[in-house]
């Protein structure tokens, strides 16, 4: 699959097939995380890498959206480290990171979906107290990862309407 076409066809997937995603393939999408482009390189991203369902299981009783982890394969919560890049583009960072890995796993054929924590504190404090995060780090997502339970055609969001061309 080529860059484009991984583009134009990944969806977010909530529904998975049993089976473990290879420990080689997980690393692949966080070297793809990691190619990211990052403000004056700071590389502030920081990633824990969850595969136990008792864990998974536990996300959903505060996070409103994330009821297909404890059937996910893995999870990936992706934080920035406010020491490393002290202003905002951590989340810019973080962000551009977590759009590698999602295209990544739809390249090798996992499924995901990017659960956001940033910027509501009630998810922020709650993923960092199940995970153990220290003060300086903050959960921007959760991105859950699985094989696909079903296909999902692509969409067309391009909408001409909403571009502007030297002005507003």
């Known amino acids: 699959m080529d860059a484009l076409e991984a583009i134009m066809t990944r969806r977010s997937i909530r529904r998975y097939k049993e089976g473990k995603i290879p420990e080689e393939t997980i690393t692949t999408l966080l070297k793809a995380a990691m190619a990211a482009p990052s403000a004056h390189n700071k590389q502030p991203w920081r990633f824990i890498v969850v595969d136990d369902p008792n864990i998974l299981s536990k996300v959903p009783e505060y996070h409103p959206y994330s009821k297909m982890l404890p059937n996910a394969s893995h999870a990936i919560v992706v934080l920035g480290d406010t020491h490393v890049q ?23 054929g996992q499924r995901a979906v990017w659960l956001g924590d940033h910027p509501h504190e ?47």
Not at 91 to 107: F, G, K, R
Not at 123 to 134: D, H, Q, S, Y
């Open 122 to 168: 009630d998810r922020i404090e709650e993923t960092k107290k199940l995970f153990g995060v220290p003060d300086h780090v903050v959960p921007l997502c959760i991105v859950s990862l699985g094989y696909p339970q079903e296909p999902k055609p692509p969409r067309e969001n391009y909408d001409p309407a909403k571009i502007h061309r030297n002005h507003w």
């Open 86 to 108: 002290e202003t905002d583009f951590w989340v810019h960072d973080c962000s551009a990171a977590t759009e590698n890995l999602l295209i990544a796993a739809h390249d090798l």
